[in-house]
């Protein structure tokens, strides 16, 4: 299975069809969830549990349409990102799961459990490219290596590891084995993320032991001079500007992530309030053209090259770049510009131009 969460001490009714989920009573449980969201449709742990129990129960489909609106409902969450990363891991999806998984970094950029899982998706995505370069030149020693290397890795378990039924634990996450790391959600404070070992779940440390402070030793006694010359004034210590290029440069990559990811809500929040729709529509039809655009393709990917980022003023920038949109039905390449403007929100979209 895929995950741990923590739940909250009031939510009686969730307590009990996770103790029916443990016992393998999956009619029971999700009959138990299904009632609790009858009342409460939003719960974010409710549905959380639900997306354990119908992938439990095989359908995996259902599974990643449940997580896919849990990062539509609360795009500040990296743990259903996490979520949708495991479960189109298992289907060989692995370049939707690297996206999942970019997603979860850039909502949590300290989440190490997705950065090991992005590295392991990496690693997996390398076997397959080598596995094509040895098809077209078998006699390649260097790639062979490469290649021995990476089955390693994954021929002792981390890839093929069997499942284990996944717990929701009061106060500790549970371990679950599964091909890249589950993680934890928590009700109210966050659950430290469980990490798993590629063959067997790795018991979590009760406490992380604090670093040792370092002593510096004090400077021996020097006998003052005759005359003691005053003490030069401390400089003082000025903290760099930031780096306003690179923050364009991210919030781009961030803006067409979100696109890819298919993340409606999170796509449309980089849209400042001023922002100047295309051909004058109001800003309502405009976000309803979007949202069709963006949810009805099966898959999106959008890539960036060629940036190049313009600073106007301290809160004006544009950036111009060559946009490859490819989806299940469409391909398109042209060249666009994002005007952004800084705003109590961060960097936001104030206009988008494009030569087609």
Do not use: C
Not at 257 to 273: E, H, Q
Request: proline fraction near 8%; hydrophobic fraction near 40%; aromatic fraction near 8%.
């Amino acid at each position: 299975m895929l995950l741990t969460f923590t739940l909250s001490s009031h939510a009686d009714e969730i307590q009990d069809a996770n103790k029916l989920f443990k016992q393998g009573q999956l009619t029971q449980a999700l009959d138990m969830v299904n009632g609790y969201l009858a009342n409460k449709p939003k719960d974010a742990q409710a549905r959380f549990l639900k997306g354990l129990i119908v992938n439990e129960q095989g359908d995996v489909m259902a599974a990643i349409s449940i997580f896919s609106e849990l990062t539509n409902d609360y795009p500040e969450l990296p743990e259903p990102y996490n979520n949708l990363a495991v479960l189109y891991a298992g289907q060989g999806q692995f370049e939707k799961a690297k996206v999942a998984l970019e997603m979860a970094i850039r909502t949590h950029p300290s989440y190490a459990t997705a950065h090991e899982n992005l590295g392991d998706i990496y690693a997996k995505m390398a076997s397959q490219a080598y596995d094509r370069a040895l098809q077209l030149d078998k006699n390649n020693t260097g790639t062979q290596t490469k290649l021995a290397l990476i089955r390693d890795l994954f021929g002792k378990g981390a890839h093929n590891a069997k499942q284990a039924t996944p717990t929701l634990a009061e106060a500790a996450p549970a371990q679950a084995a599964t091909p890249i790391k589950p993680i934890t959600i928590a009700a109210a404070a966050p659950a430290q993320p469980a990490v798993v070992a590629p063959v067997q779940a790795k018991p979590v440390p009760a406490a992380v032991p604090a670093a040792k402070p370092i002593v510096v030793p004090a400077a021996p006694a020097v006998a003052p001079p005759a005359k003691a010359e005053p003490a030069p004034a401390p400089k003082p210590v000025v903290a760099p500007a930031p780096d306003t290029n690179a923050e364009i440069m991210q919030a781009t990559r961030d803006w067409a992530a979100a696109w890819s990811a298919k993340n409606v809500k999170r796509y449309l929040g980089f849209y400042a309030a001023e922002f100047k729709t295309p051909n004058g529509e109001t800003r309502n039809a405009w976000e309803k053209m979007r949202q069709d655009r963006v949810s009805k393709p099966k898959s999106i990917k959008v890539a960036i090259d060629n940036a190049q980022v313009q600073m106007v003023d301290a809160n004006h920038a544009s950036i111009s770049f060559t946009q490859t949109y490819n989806a299940s039905h469409f391909k398109s390449v042209n060249n666009k510009t994002l005007d952004w403007v800084k705003t109590s929100k961060g960097w936001q979209i104030a206009e988008e131009r494009s030569d087609n």
